[in-house]
């Protein structure tokens, strides 16, 4: 079974620029997220999708990130203009519908560095 | 709200030590409680998790955990760890009403040979 994937691996911009980023999540799931997790931290959600809806944003800074997921299955994180503070990984992952007995499997993140 | 504790940041052991990693969890209803493996340079693996029934939960490489629901603890234990066990981990809570996943801060875990 494929696991989430997501992409570029790694990113460096400068501060004020954008970036996006690209999530395909287990075939079949019906739920995405896309975490954030600076170094020496533990991953915060940033949001959360039940297939195109979004069921919670609250810790998005919407300023400047944005995320959508037009068809239900794909979605991309975009920060624009970036700040230093958003150096981290930011993680996609998935499960099926949100109930108590589904797992969520992580991809691999991708590395901002905002310089 | 919903919120997790890790209190050990860093811990280093020798091989064939014990380990347990502290996790204390806050939240008012049910909750769905995961321990998560991050090892150097690969993504989040599910270690175990507890939904309900027996709070003593066996996990994948010899680990284990226990839910103590009037500690709201779910500490993470192997008994003699190896050198490969060496990563970060990872406790997280789902309450359920929101069906958000929470994480600690995470425990840095060295092994030496």
Redesign the interface.
Known sequence: EA?VAQSPRYKIIEKRQSVAFWCNPISGHATL?W?QQIL??????LI?FQNNGV??DSQLPKDRFSAERLKGVDSTLKIQPAKLEDSAVY?C?SSLE????N???????SWLTVV | AQSVSQHNHHVILSEAASLELGCNYSYGGTVNLFWYVQYPGQHLQLLLKYFSGDPLVKGIKGFEAEFIKSKFSFNLRKPSVQWSDTAEYFCAVRGDSSYKLIFGSGTRLLVRP
């Open positions: 696991g997220y975490y020496g931290q533990g991953p915060k959600l959360q069921v919670d993680l992952a949100p109930s108590s007995g797992t969520i499997y992580f991809g691999e993140g």
